[in-house]
């Protein structure tokens, strides 16, 4: 069994920050890529930024030069690092992580932390 586990979420005025962390833990032997999506409400969920096992970033136009996505390999956990953030941020935020054991890849999903953003 593998676990996901989002914190740092919570309430900040727009122009403010949050660093978001997802710890992985349970049975696997690779994490691949990292990812971290977001879904407001009546809305599809959406990819925020993706990193890989190499360092190698994805990041969605809306929060390019914001936002930046990094990775501890060592203690299994992926960072969100969000600055000047706005009101059109607010969304549940999810990470997850293409992983791999005995040869068996699966991507398990965390279980969210909400990000609101006041005006």
């Known amino acids: 069994q593998v676990q996901l586990v989002e914190s740092g979420g919570g309430l900040v005025q727009a122009g403010g920050s949050l660093r978001l962390s997802c710890a992985a833990s349970?049975?696997?032997?690779?994490?691949?890529?990292m990812g971290w999506y977001r879904q407001a409400p009546g809305k599809q969920r959406e990819l925020v930024a993706t990193i890989t096992s190499g360092g190698s970033t994805v990041y969605a136009d809306s929060v390019k030069g914001r936002f930046t996505i990094s990775r501890d390999n060592a203690k299994n956990t992926v960072y969100l690092q969000m600055n000047s953030l706005k009101p059109e941020d607010t969304a549940v935020y999810y990470c997850?992580?293409?992983?791999?054991?005995?040869?068996?890849?699966?991507?398990?999903w965390g279980q969210g932390t909400q990000v609101t953003v006041s005006s």
């Open positions: 997850n992580g293409d992983m791999v054991f005995l040869g068996t890849k699966f991507t398990p």
């Open positions: 349970g049975r696997f032997s690779i994490i691949n890529t």
